[in-house]
């Protein structure tokens, strides 16, 4: 008698990353940006005129998955070809295998070129009279910046649409699918698990499903009694539990830390808990996020070069990664803690927000109001309005911008650091001229009394 049936022998050798690869769309997790309704990819499938496009992005995001649900959806062959392991010959072979499909049944097939920048020029170029004439329809998959590793000619034949990395979200639901699904994952063996453990193996997957559901299919062989523990989560992750155990009140006392570190103008500490939340799978952008909001609360027009530098390092995280990437978020936070700090912005907008709030809604003063008829002007909006292009200094002094019943409240009150110092300065110089026209008309007002 044999120890193990034919389906048990099968099942035992194919990991639980491939046993889980969707089967149709609809169980196909994320990209919603691409396949969500009326969305480019799904409006092609469904309009039948299909063209040829890179699929770019990190690995583990479903490149492969998706070209093979592709051809499932249009009912047309598969046929695959990695540049790691081919050649030009055998893109001569998968021509023909294509031609012969078309003759022999009738069907169109995909040809997917999976890690497509290894290829040269030359093995590139060799697809595009074939693209062209339509004897495949080409998908290519990368994870590298199709713009620096494709050549011209083929990205003008095939559209280029981004991967986004999955949500730790979407991850831990692939894992609670492999988890209940008892035909395919693990729901026969009736693993038990704490939800908190499934969301640490998401986040440490970093948005790799491949890697998540390896994760648990390997923490699932090491729990006893079908039982998942925190050693078996540790064992797994290689000791290093705590990294992604971060959304407790350590988590939060750390991004506290970070804050008042930039805001204190303390470059080693923003830097050394920066470190602590990166060591503990905080997502670089999570940071690149809180900079952005430090640059407006606590720099401000102090230098407003603040909230650029964190706005171009969190560009570069995205067009580089997480490499090069990190240092770009380092290097703000660095210049964000020692730049001069000041929170009349933030001040001076909850203090314009707090009196719409809690007084009336005053109209408009006349002179302010648009005029765009004649009715408009015949009730005498806009009237006496001074162009400021039209005074000196470009600056209508004495003029009033507030409702009267507000006329001398003052929102925005500059500190005396960095650039602020100079708009301090500015603003009290444009307030002398407001103070010199003031007595000019109080002077001509008396003289005609």
Request: hydrophobic share 40%; charged share 25%.
């Amino acid at each position: 008698m044999d120890l193990f049936s034919e389906q048990e022998s099968e099942l035992s050798f194919i990991p639980l990353a491939a046993r889980m690869r969707p089967r149709n769309l609809t169980e196909y997790v994320g990209q919603s940006h691409l396949i969500g309704e009326g969305k480019p990819l799904i409006k092609m499938i469904e309009s039948g005129r299909c063209h040829s496009f890179i699929l770019w992005g990190s690995p583990g995001v479903g490149k492969t998955t998706f070209a093979q649900l592709l051809s499932h959806q249009l009912n047309i062959h598969f046929l695959t070809l990695s540049a790691v392991m081919s050649g030009v010959k055998d893109i001569r072979l998968a021509v023909e295998r294509a031609k012969q499909n078309t003759l022999l049944t009738g069907k169109q097939s995909i040809l997917f070129i999976d890690e497509v920048h290894r290829f040269n020029k030359s093995q590139q170029d060799a697809f595009l009279p074939h693209i062209e004439d339509g004897t495949f329809l080409f998908i290519g998959a990368t994870t590298e910046n199709p713009a620096f590793e494709l050549n011209s000619a083929l990205l003008s034949r095939a559209r280029v649409y981004r991967l986004q990395t999955p949500s730790v979200d979407e991850v831990k639901s692939v894992l609670l699918h492999a988890l209940q699904d008892s035909e395919r994952g693990l729901g026969a063996r009736s693993i038990e698990i704490n939800e908190k453990y499934i969301e640490i193996l998401a986040r440490a997957a970093d948005g790799d499903i491949r890697r998540a559901l390896n994760f648990l299919e390997i923490v699932s062989d090491l729990a006893i009694d079908n039982c998942v523990n925190e050693k078996n989560i540790e064992d797994v992750l290689g000791g290093s539990f705590r990294r992604f155990d971060n959304k407790g009140d350590v988590f939060y006392d750390q991004i506290s830390a970070f804050h008042k570190s930039v805001r204190g103008s303390s470059p080693d500490g923003a830097l050394y808990w920066m470190a602590r939340m990166l060591d503990g799978g905080c997502d670089p952008l999570y940071i690149a996020r809180r900079l952005l909001a430090i640059a407006s609360e606590d720099i401000g027009n102090a230098d407003p070069r603040a909230m650029q530098v964190a706005l171009t390092a969190w560009d570069v995280f995205e067009r580089v990664g997480p490499g090069e990437g990190n240092r770009a978020i380092a290097q703000a936070t660095l210049y964000l803690a020692c730049a001069p700090k000041s929170n009349a912005v933030y001040d001076a907008f909850k203090g314009a927000m707090r009196a719409v709030a809690n007084q009336p809604s005053y109209d408009v003063p006349n002179h302010l109001r648009n005029a765009p008829t004649s009715l408009a002007k015949s009730m005498g909006h806009g009237e006496d309005y001074r162009y400021a292009h039209s005074e000196p200094y470009a600056y209508a002094a004495g003029e009033k911008y507030l409702p009267e019943e507000i006329m001398a409240q003052t929102f925005y009150q500059p500190s005396d650091r960095g650039l602020e110092k100079k708009i301090g300065e500015k603003m009290a110089w444009l307030n002398s001229l407001d103070l010199q026209s003031d007595q000019i008309r109080y002077s001509d007002r008396y003289e005609d009394d």
